[in-house]
T-cell receptor, first 114, second 112 residues
Framework: AQSVSQHNHHVILSEAASLELGCNYS??????LFWYVQYPGQHLQLLLK??????LVKGIKGFEAEFIKSKFSFNLRKPSVQWSDTAEYFC????????????FGTGTQLKVEL | EPEVTQTPSHQVTQMGQEVILRCVPI?????FYWYRQILGQKVEFLVS????????KSEIFDDQFSVERPDGSNFTLKIRSTKLEDSAMYFC??????????FGPGTRLTVL
């Protein structure tokens, strides 16, 4: 069975600081990888996804993530955060060619201070 | 932009009662899902549905749960006899194909 670990549960940053949120997964085969964001009071929205190809993927709102297969990692980055990035961030995986169920990490609560 | 909708936004029920949570997936999507998130815990997969049948379910999805697509637009999750531990946020999602899933705003279920 697959599992996802997000090691940073709470992160507090000042505006303009750089962000990196860790995500590691455990699964014996190939996976699709996702980062979802949940802004306060809103539903889960897709930030970016990786299916295949270039391991550096760019998403919405200036976010990017890098898939490092050897490390089973898919870390989320943003060079300069804004107050409006305050939200909860979830990493998720599902196996390629298999069932569609998404396995989520526990989430990282990001607070950006002015 | 098309979106997944869910009703009600908040449901309060007594233990042992039946509840039905409703979802309207994006119209051209073929795969439908239910997830739940107990307060302070991770989002957990419950069930996926394709071609009018369950394609995958988790161990959480026991005989108390059922899903249905009663017409061409709605997708429902029924809990027959609610327990206190069923209190959670329930998210519906849909996808056009295997891959990106679009989530609804969720229904907060409170079992008293």
């Amino acid at each position: 069975a697959q599992s996802v670990s997000q090691h940073n549960h709470h992160v507090i940053l000042s505006e303009a600081a750089s962000l990196e949120l860790g995500c590691n997964y455990s699964y014996g085969g190939t996976v699709n990888l996702f980062w979802y964001v949940q802004y306060p009071g809103q539903h889960l929205q897709l930030l970016l996804k990786y299916f295949s190809g270039d391991p550096l993927v760019k998403g919405i709102k200036g976010f990017e993530a890098e898939f490092i297969k050897s490390k089973f990692s898919f870390n989320l980055r943003k060079p300069s955060v804004q107050w409006s990035d305050t939200a909860e961030y979830f990493c998720a995986v599902n196996p390629t060619g298999g069932g569609n169920k998404l396995t989520f990490g526990t989430g990282t609560q990001l607070k950006v201070e002015l | 932009e098309p979106e997944v909708t869910q009703t009600p936004s908040h449901q309060v029920t007594q233990m042992g009662q039946e509840v039905i949570l409703r979802c309207v997936p994006i119209s051209n999507h073929l795969y439908f899902y239910w997830y739940r998130q107990i307060l302070g815990q991770k989002v957990e997969f419950l069930v996926s549905f394709y071609n009018n049948e369950i394609s995958e379910k988790s161990e959480i999805f026991d005989d108390q749960f059922s899903v249905e697509r009663p017409d061409g637009s709605n997708f429902t999750l029924k809990i027959r006899s609610t327990k206190l531990e069923d209190s959670a946020m329930y998210f519906c999602a849909s996808s056009e194909y295997r891959g990106e899933q679009f989530f609804g705003p969720g229904t907060r279920l409170t079992v008293l």
